[in-house]
T-cell receptor
Framework: DAGVTQSPTHLIKTRGQQVTLRCSPK?????VSWYQQALGQGPQFIFQ???????QRGNFPDRFSGHQFPNYSSELDVNALLLGDSALYLC????????????FGPGTRLTVT | SQKIEQNSEALNIQEGKTATLTCNYT??????LQWYRQDPGRGPVFLLL?????KEKRKERLKVTFDTTLKQSLFHITASQPADSATYLC??????????FGSGTRLSIRP
């Protein structure tokens, strides 16, 4: 079992650009959540996807959007990047029947210059 | 607004002792409380979940308590080892969708 995988591992973008981050959930999981983690802070909830729909959203602007595909994989898109978007972006997957037990991927380190 | 506080940014204890980490919360009534471990450059790893109607839960050398009156959880690691050194995150949720994390406590176990 490969667990949760994310790509790319690291990414450097310029302010104003757009970025897409990818996540494949753990085998058997159908729910994907995205988090932003700034240095020295805990993960901040961005949104969660289930059955290809956004189920709940945290306090993030519309520049942050996402998708979930029929195979349960997911993408996080961030438009008009700001310097403050620099962070570790974490994807977590879970199974609806045990949705509180989330398995995290290794994250994508995004640096905006 | 909802707030989670973990007792300190860093905790340094001797190997073999019991490490106790604290998580306090305000303006929230969580149905579930979780503890995660995070190593540098890696994603958090789920350790334990405790429900609002449970007082205590154990898993091997780990013990979690949950006091909804005090709005506090204690996380204990007994017989601590240097390999237990990591950042430990407290997380709360009232639904399966949204989990709120604390900023974590960095635990160092010295030999």
């Amino acid at each position: 079992d490969a667990g949760v995988t994310q790509s790319p591992t690291h990414l450097i973008k310029t302010r104003g650009q757009q970025v897409t981050l990818r996540c494949s959930p753990k085998s058997g999981h159908d729910t994907v959540s995205w988090y932003q983690q700034a240095l020295g802070q805990g993960p901040q909830f961005i949104f969660q996807y289930y059955e290809e729909e956004e189920r709940q959203r945290g306090n993030f602007p519309d520049r942050f959007s996402g998708h979930q595909f029929p195979n349960y994989s997911s993408e996080l898109d961030v438009n008009a990047l700001l310097l403050g978007d620099s962070a570790l972006y974490l994807c977590a997957s879970s199974f609806t029947g045990a949705a509180y037990e989330q398995y995290f991927g290794p994250g994508t380190r995004l640096t905006v210059t | 607004s909802q707030k989670i506080e973990q007792n300190s940014e860093a905790l340094n204890i001797q190997e073999g002792k019991t490490a106790t980490l604290t998580c306090n919360y305000t303006n929230y009534s969580p149905a579930y409380l979780q503890w995660y471990r995070q190593d540098p450059g890696r994603g958090p790893v789920f350790l334990l979940l405790i429900r609002e109607n449970e007082k205590e839960k154990r898993k091997e050398r780990l013990k979690v308590t949950f006091d909804t009156t005090l709005k506090q959880s204690l996380f204990h690691i007994t017989a601590s080892q240097p390999a237990d050194s990591a950042t430990y995150l407290c997380a709360l949720s009232s639904s399966a969708s949204k989990i709120i994390f604390g900023s974590g406590t960095r635990l160092s176990i010295r030999p």
